[in-house]
């Protein structure tokens, strides 16, 4: 059964910082890349940033000086730490590999955890 566990969402101000945890025990940090995704209401989900089995990252445009993706290959977890928020940055964050795991067939996801910003 894969698992993926997402937490450290809630409510903050804009301006204000959090740090996403995610424990993968199913994705191999020496063979994938790992994403953060996001998904706003009413929107589709997109890759926020990600992180390659080389260390290297990438962001998507609006994030880019504001989140840093890490992980720690010992412990199979990764992180998203967010610095400046802002609106539109409110969604649910979701961890994944890239591309996202198939279980069964079908794209699977964890919960996610849910960032809300207030302005």
């Known amino acids: 059964q894969a698992q993926l566990v997402e937490s450290g969402g809630g409510l903050v101000q804009a301006g204000g910082s959090l740090r996403l945890s995610c424990a993968a025990p199913?994705?191999?940090?020496?063979?994938?890349?790992i994403g953060w995704y996001r998904q706003a209401p009413g929107k589709q989900r997109e890759m926020a940033a990600v992180i390659r089995a080389d260390g290297s990252t990438n962001y998507v445009h609006s994030v880019k000086g504001r989140f840093t993706i890490s992980g720690d290959n010992a412990k199979n977890m990764v992180y998203l730490q967010i610095y400046d928020l802002k609106p539109e940055d409110a969604a649910t964050y979701y961890c994944?590999?890239?591309?996202?795991?198939?279980?069964?067939?079908?794209?699977?996801w964890g919960q996610g955890t849910k960032v809300t910003v207030s302005s």
């Open positions: 994944n590999a890239d591309p996202p795991l198939r279980v069964n067939g079908r794209t699977y």
């Open positions: 199913e994705i191999s940090f020496r063979f994938n890349a």
